[in-house]
């Protein structure tokens, strides 16, 4: 099991962009990630995935603006935001799991607002 911390969050306008890393503790090789929001008063629901191969997919509301990829090498899944809009704010979380096992980050805050 790896431990992961998020960073990258902060406040920024509409249709402004912000890119949020996660860093693994060990190895990423063969396992999937994901990138989770929680808006208050809201259920955490998947942003984007990317599975061991590279496979990706995302939520409908932020297809064409938000981009998930991997490094292996440096055991890093960032999540790359563009033309954010105020209902993308919420607190982002990492999420690492493979059969055995599932750990969570700690999560980072985006704010969208004017």
């Known amino acids: 099991q790896v431990q992961l911390v998020e960073s990258g969050g902060g406040l920024v306008q509409p249709g402004g962009s912000l890119r949020l890393s996660c860093a693994a503790s060990g190895s990423i090789f063969g396992i999937s990630v994901g990138w989770y929001r929680q808006a208050p008063g809201k259920q955490r629901e998947l942003v984007a995935a990317?599975?061991?191969?590279?496979?990706?997919n995302s939520a409908d509301s932020v297809k064409g603006r938000f981009t998930i990829s991997r490094d292996n090498g440096k055991n890093t899944v960032d999540l790359q935001m563009n033309s954010l809009k105020p209902e993308d704010t919420a607190v982002y979380y990492c999420?690492?799991?493979?059969?055995?096992?599932?750990?969570w980050g700690q999560g980072t805050q985006v704010t969208v607002s004017s």
């Open positions: 990317i599975s061991s191969g590279g496979t990706t």
């Open positions: 999420n690492a799991k493979d059969v055995h096992w599932s750990s």
